[in-house]
């Protein structure tokens, strides 16, 4: 299989490994940056360098495209390179909001390539292990979700809303986000209320947020989100759930069940490590790429896919919506 990467940053590096990792065909490398495309390719012993996602296209030989390129770019590289029968995995948030999301999700219909969003948590052994226990914890009635950096924020285009679309709620929320609905079976939203706004640094999106998000299987989502924390409750995709029979939480990963006999609480463990040496390990990226391949290859429909990816706009849309107008969003 022959992949090439829309992209040199620091994520599409850790693709790229993944690539390389699954024994892909790293083909080609697409940037406007010379310089940064020159460092890449020489990285990753990729000679077909593109100052253009077009020329590539034009050229052929690629069956699958890695878009991690700033967020304004994602909905059309994604959509040309669908058109052009090539297989797309984008970084997340996959668009700048959901009408582009949708544009893309009509462009895969249409092609018949596949497309897939890196919601990377859902391929993590952890939150894995949490969404096959979880039954335990009887009906979940709330979860709670962080994606938050504490003393940390990302600069360049990510604080930039032409180029990002949004802020911290956009880049990390949506992790927590994408995290929880994974775990309670990827239920749909029905309304989101929240509060989102910037108080730490000087850019303009947010660097702050809180949302509220119904399910319509009866459950509640708090996320929260933000750059330049004073604190964290928990690292990145940090989820707690609250159920009718105990309680779960993503790191430290474990259940606390109710023994209402013995009036006492069950501890059940995985003994995965925590704190890890690495958060988002290497192998997270591994997993998440060798799917990718292996829906390629048995021509199925990926999860996280368009679908998912786009419900995830809709929340983040109503999120940003709702914090503007001070009330409930309704998600259509």
């Not at 950096?149 to 990390?172: E, N, Y």
């Not at 459950?219 to 707690?240: K, L, N, R």
Request: net charge negative; with cysteine.
């Amino acid at each position: 299989m022959r992949i090439a990467f829309a992209g040199t940053g620091n994520i599409n590096k850790v693709h790229a490994q993944a690539a390389k990792n699954a024994g892909l065909e790293l083909t080609a490398v697409v940037n406007h940056k010379k310089d940064s495309m020159i460092g890449f390719g020489k990285q990753f012993n990729i000679a077909r360098q593109y100052e253009k996602l077009e020329d590539l296209l034009n050229d052929g030989g690629v069956d699958a495209l890695v878009v991690s390129t700033p967020n304004y770019l994602h909905s059309p590289q994604t959509i040309a390179a669908l058109n052009a029968g090539v297989h797309v995995m984008v970084e997340k948030p996959m668009a700048m909001n959901a009408q582009e999301a949708e544009l893309m999700c009509k462009a895969e219909k249409k092609s018949g390539a596949i497309l897939m969003v890196a919601h990377c948590w859902r391929f993590d052994p952890d939150v894995l292990w949490l969404k096959d226990q979880s039954k335990k914890l009887g009906k979940i009635i709330r979860t709670k979700g962080i994606g938050v950096h504490a003393h940390w924020g990302p600069s360049g285009w990510f604080t930039q809303r032409k180029l990002a679309g949004g802020g911290a709620m956009a880049d990390m929320g949506i992790h927590a986000l994408d995290t929880a609905r994974f775990i309670l079976g990827d239920p749909k939203p029905i309304s989101v209320y929240a509060k989102i706004g910037t108080y730490y640094q000087d850019f303009d999106v947010d660097d702050t947020g809180v949302i509220i998000v119904e399910w319509d299987n009866g459950a509640t989502s708090t996320i929260e989100s933000g750059w330049w924390q004073p604190h964290a409750d928990g690292p990145e995709a940090a989820t707690q759930l609250y159920g009718t029979e105990g309680f779960g939480e993503l790191f430290p990963t474990h259940l606390e069940l109710s023994n209402k006999k013995e009036r006492e609480i069950d501890f059940i463990e995985p003994g995965f490590e925590f704190p890890r040496r690495e958060h988002c390990p290497q192998s997270l990226y591994d997993d998440q790429m060798n799917y990718f391949a292996e829906c390629i290859n048995k021509k199925q429909t990926p999860i996280p896919g368009g679908t998912e990816g786009l419900i995830n706009m809709k929340v983040v849309d109503a999120a940003y919506e709702s914090s503007r107008t001070g009330k409930v969003v309704e998600v259509i």
